[in-house]
């Protein structure tokens, strides 16, 4: 799988414990009629129980200049309340720990739960959409983080 390139996201969701983020890369957009997203979550993660509990997420579409964020909700080592660094973070929607820095942040509300394997899938429906300054995403290939390149032709189906 390490061809297929992916979206970087920090999902962010207020757990019993602690606030949580992980970075996910499964991110996709599912449904424009009801907006659904969905995303998949590996069953033995350590936050998989209390991620699959949420009502609401916050994901937060990563930049090309914050390979560090996403590293750093990816570290296993870390302790979720240790990944929180203050400064990156501002209270969002629901009382839900938000990134200040992003892309694109989805508010979303969790709607269905899907067996998928060693993953569960989760299905949620978009309720805010809040922009960050322009840029460009950062896209995860071969085990690395990269820059979108250059256009490489337009689309031509005009659909
Ligand atoms: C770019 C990137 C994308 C990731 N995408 C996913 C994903 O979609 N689902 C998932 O379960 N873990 C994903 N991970 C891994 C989790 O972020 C990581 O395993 C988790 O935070 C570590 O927690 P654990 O030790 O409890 O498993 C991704 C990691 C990176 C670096």
Request: proline share 6%.
């Amino acid at each position: 799988m390490r061809h297929v390139p992916t979206v970087v996201t920090v999902v962010m969701f207020d757990a019993d414990q602690a606030p949580c983020g992980v970075t996910i890369g499964s991110f996709v957009s599912l449904s424009l009629d009801p907006p659904l997203v969905c995303f998949n979550i590996k069953k033995d993660s350590t936050i998989h129980d209390e991620l699959i509990k949420a009502q609401h997420y916050l994901i937060h579409v990563l930049r090309e200049d914050q390979a560090a964020v996403s590293d750093r909700f990816a570290d296993p080592n870390l302790s979720t309340r240790d990944q929180l660094i203050p400064e990156w973070i501002e209270e969002g929607p629901h009382g839900i720990p938000a990134l200040r820095e992003h892309l694109v942040r989805f508010d979303c509300r969790r709607t269905q739960l899907h067996d998928g394997g060693d993953h569960t899938i989760i299905l949620a429906c978009l309720e805010g959409i809040e922009e960050g300054k322009p840029s460009r995403p950062v896209v995860y290939h071969q085990r690395a983080y990269h820059a979108v390149g250059e256009q490489v032709a337009d689309r031509s189906t005009g659909i």
